[in-house]
């Protein structure tokens, strides 16, 4: 019963659904308040009814119940609780009602949290939410219903796919949709102010803070996949330019250029138009990410299912939210005002130019995914657009703007001095040649790009702590007196400061390895020792293994400094998953400082030797202890104060509060 | 109960959307009051920031004059504040369909795609009701699927068949029987097995058409016992006890005692009132338990290794196949048949061509499975 409970509730949340995307909008039309408020209850209803479908299938899955069809075709019951609990969104069906748990879930915050903002803003936001949800449930409920039922039931599920039982899989989905369907939270606010005309002063308050929400979650997401490739694949790469990567990493892009420019117009009112586009730009971005993977037109992991039906349908979506809104912003974007004015040199500037290499980039990224498929729509041609392409384009276009990224927190608005502030940064420069010089010394004398990228790493980390140095005003007044206003900065500076700071780790994370990489591969067994990196890696014992839903050879290796000093064991595995019948592997991973030696196992070979390959990955996990640093400065960031919405209260109460803070 | 429920949360549903029409709303909100609002906001922060120092005096100067310039925009801004004349009717008609049509999308919608009559199957509470069965349930299902695709598989029916009995399946048995003596020809054993299976559908009597295929298994070797017993069997249904009973005892005596049959002649002997079998036995012993325990063991080895040739022989006809080859080689080490997973691995190789990449990792799969080929 609980299933069919889950079932029905979702399809009552389509009805009310409807009633939230036509009623308020309605209401703000007619300037009927009442017919305004609908909106409000209905979303935090939609929220509950979802959240308790979603619970059911969830339920369905932890007890194994195979008369539902997804549970069959996706669990196992000798599979560990956790999985069973993960392989909830661990596919097509189950990750699609994700989706819109999560939108549901965004949609009941603006209810919540948006009390304060103006009626009929808050009305068209949500009729606007609405919309979006009722798309996506009739798409679950036409072509992917996840409560479809088999009746007699089998007595034992097909498993989910091996390489998805894994920890990662538990976080990487539920982040990324969180920063997905995040930005369409943006995008409401974006068609809610074309549909009104207006942009009020609260409309940037409130894109930001959410905008910025979405922001990090989309970052830990993509980090946390590439981490998860990087040690599941048995490869040791942490990103393949994979068109579902790149799914994710355009809205990514979008989403950065739109938090820049929303901090322009909060700010300076300017820029308005721009963020309005692209709000609806970042969100349609995440749609079409929706769109490549789960319409199976990419065969990869992610690919559940290929369907047609779900294509199109997804496409039909598609077509109606972006073509509808650029024609909408194409229609009303003359009704809105225009902001100040600034000068090249200036903070705006400098936020003007981040938007314009970060939207060329996005556009590279885009044509660099959608090419092949066009191709092959076109002429039936296969090719694929790889990494030469995205380093050849998507690199050059970027670096420029990590080497300008310094610059932007130190200049002033409105009109700005650069020579001054290239003074400032003469330290922060100097810091980063040293190294530069250094790598190139110490390192590798043959690679030019290892030592430049480092340099360039260490030239953001020391521009962001420059920023903050020149901002407390250490060294000009009494470290007393410095401290103190450290102390007072606001909390968006130390943001900007960590999330630059951790764009620069991630740099030298990627430039090191790239670079400086080393790797083995050869053919061991038992009692053979080989060296890597002044490291002496000596091939203990291969061992069977049963796990509860797979069997495995457990490789053991010794690890020893070329000195003698030991360093404990590595293991790495090759697992063999009985229901699917697929093979994986397990890498054994050991980390030294921020670099990582990765091991991994190949096929025997007939002699009875097994292929090892060992990499060294210098600095490796600076690549998502960055995005990490990235994430606490976007969170530091959204706890600031001033953020908040100002809400018209009575007027003592107001008062009150302006001469508490 | 579960209309109920689905009763109740449509009603919730209806009562969110209503809820703004009860509520008398608290008087229009001003858009632009909220504007000035966050400019004020603005202006504090600003405030703020000069007096730590955060930006000149100079700079601060100007922001305040941009914000006031902001406000004196906002409020010359004439937004027709006209009353917000409420339209009662057209308010009354909106909550009306709203209201509607909450219930009717729903349970339109669910009618078409739900299945309320499927209960919620938790494997734990199915396993708890048909502990025994419930592997089986899925063997019979994939055997089935098997062989709905090659109905000529002669193994395939001959393992469904005892375990179509054994679940009380009498009509898909009898249609395996069928298929299997019209694959392999007909012998005794067979026919009494048909003969069993239309028992066994008329709920244990021994009709003629049963009693005519015992015979025919008996003309195709006189001694067969399963015939031979319902026979007898038939005959103590009549009420022929005595002829019934001249059987069984008959085949007591040229019936080896660890045959299945010589306990359950003598069993029927006892059920039949027969003294002397009684004072011999009383009841089934631990042995003929054993026995039938051994037997039932017996036929699930045997269902397994059906299973398995059938494997193999699919192999033969279509070689090219790496998993069957590893699911073969495995099959036979847990059935304790070594020599024939080496002789799996030969034919594996054999079929991809020895250095081929598949005859490798083949070998090395057999390897860690501790099958070498010498």
Known sequence: MSIELGHFALVLSFALALVQMTVPIVGAKLRNDTLMRVGEPAALTNFMLVALSFTALTFAYVQSDFSVLNVWENSHSAKPLLYKITGTWGNHEGSMLLWVLILVFFG?????????????????????????????????????????????????????????QDI?????????????????????????????????????????????????????????????????????????????????????????????????MEKRSALKIWTVLLAILTFSLSLLGTFLVRSGVLTSVHAFATDPTRGVFILGILVLFIGGSLALFAWRAGTLTAGGLFQPISREGALVLNNLILTTATATVLIGTLYPLLIEA???????????????????????????????????????????VSQRLFLAFGGGLAVALLVFILVDRTSVLAALGTGLGVWLVLGALTDLVIKSGLGKVAPAVAFGRFKGLPRSVFGTALAHAGIGLTTIGIISVTTLETE?????????????????????????????????????????????????????????????????????????????????LGDQTPNGKIVVRIWWKPMVTLIWLGSLIMMIGGTVSLLDRRLRVGAPMPRGKAAAQGARA | MFWILAAILTFVAAVAVLRPFAVRGGGGEDAIAHDIEVYR????????????GLIGRQEAEQAR???????????????????????????????????????????????????????????????????????????????????????????????????????????????ALRNIMRLSGETAEMKAALGEAIVGGARGMVTAEAEDVFLEALKLEPGEPKARFFLALARAQEGATADAQAIWREMLGDLPEDSPWHA???????????????????????????????????????????????????????PQDLDGWRRLIRSYIVLQRPDAANAALKRGMAAFGRDAPESLELQGFAESLGVAIE
């Open chain 1, 108 to 164: 009941a915050l603006v209810a919540v949290f948006g009390r304060n903002l103006p009626l009929s803003l808050r009305a068209n936001v949500l009729g606007v939410q609405g919309a979006i949800s009722c798309a996506f449930i009739i798409f679950i409920l036409a072509t992917s219903n996840p409560f479809a039922r088999l009746d007699p039931a089998p007595m034992e599920g097909r498993d989910l796919n091996p390489i998805l």
């Open chain 1, 168 to 264: 990662g899989l538990a976080v990487h989905p539920p982040l990324l949709y969180l920063g997905y369907v995040g930005f369409s939270v943006a995008f409401s606010f974006a068609i809610a102010a074309l549909i009104e005309g207006r942009l009020d002063a609260a409309w940037a308050r409130w894109v930001r803070p959410w905008t910025l929400a979405a922001w990090i979650f989309l970052t830990g997401g993509i980090a946390m996949g590439s981490y998860w490739a990087y040690y599941e694949l048995g490869w040791g790469g942490f990103w393949f330019w994979d068109p579902v990567e790149n799914a994710s990493l355009l809205p990514w892009l979008g989403g950065t250029a739109l938090l820049h420019s929303a901090l322009v």
């Open chain 1, 378 to 420: 076109v002429t039936g041609d296969k090719i694929s657009v790889g990494a030469p392409f995205f380093n050849l384009t998507f690199g050059p276009l970027i670096l420029p703007l990590l080497v300008v990224v310094p610059f932007g927190p130190l200049l002033a608005w409105k009109r700005g001095d650069l020579w001054a």
């Open chain 1, 520 to 600: 083995r591969i050869t053919a061991m067994q038992p009692g053979e020792t080989v060296e890597i990196h002044g490291y002496n890696l000596r091939f203990e014992s291969l061992r069977p293994f049963t796990g509860p839903n797979y069997t495995e050879d457990q490789a053991r290796f010794v690890l020893t400094r070329v000195t003698g000093k030991a360093m404990g064991e590595v293991m790495s595995a090759k697992r063999f998953y009985t229901a699917r019948q697929m093979p994986t592997t397990e890498a054994g991973i050991r980390t030294i400082g921020l670099s990582q030696l990765y091991v991994s």
């Open chain 2, 41 to 52: 906001d603005q202006l504090d922060e600003v405030e703020r920031d000069a007096e730590r």
């Open chain 2, 65 to 175: 004059a941009e914000i006031g310039r902001r406000i004196l925009k906002v409020s010359q801004i004439a937004e027709e504040q006209a009353e917000r004349q409420t339209n009662q009717r057209l308010t009354r008609l909106t909550a009306a369909i709203a209201v509607l049509a909450v219930p009717l999308v729903s349970w339109g919608l669910y009618t078409i795609t739900g299945s309320p009559g499927i209960p919620a199957q938790p494997l734990h509470a199915r396993i708890a009701e048909q502990p025994a069965d419930a592997p089986i349930d899925e063997l019979v299902s994939r055997a089935e699927a098997h062989l709905a695709e090659s109905p000529d598989d002669v193994r395939g029916w001959q393992v469904l068949a005892p375990v179509y009995m054994r679940l009380g399946r009498f009509g898909d048995a009898r249609t």
């Open chain 2, 264 to 318: 359950a002649a003598r069993q029927a002997l006892v059920r039949s009132g027969d003294a002397a079998a009684s004072s011999e036995r009383l009841g089934p012993s631990e042995e003929d338990m054993a026995a039938a325990s051994d037997l039932s063991q017996a036929d699930r080895q045997e269902m397994i290794e059906g299973m398995v040739a059938g494997l193999d022989e699919k192999l033969r006809e279509n």
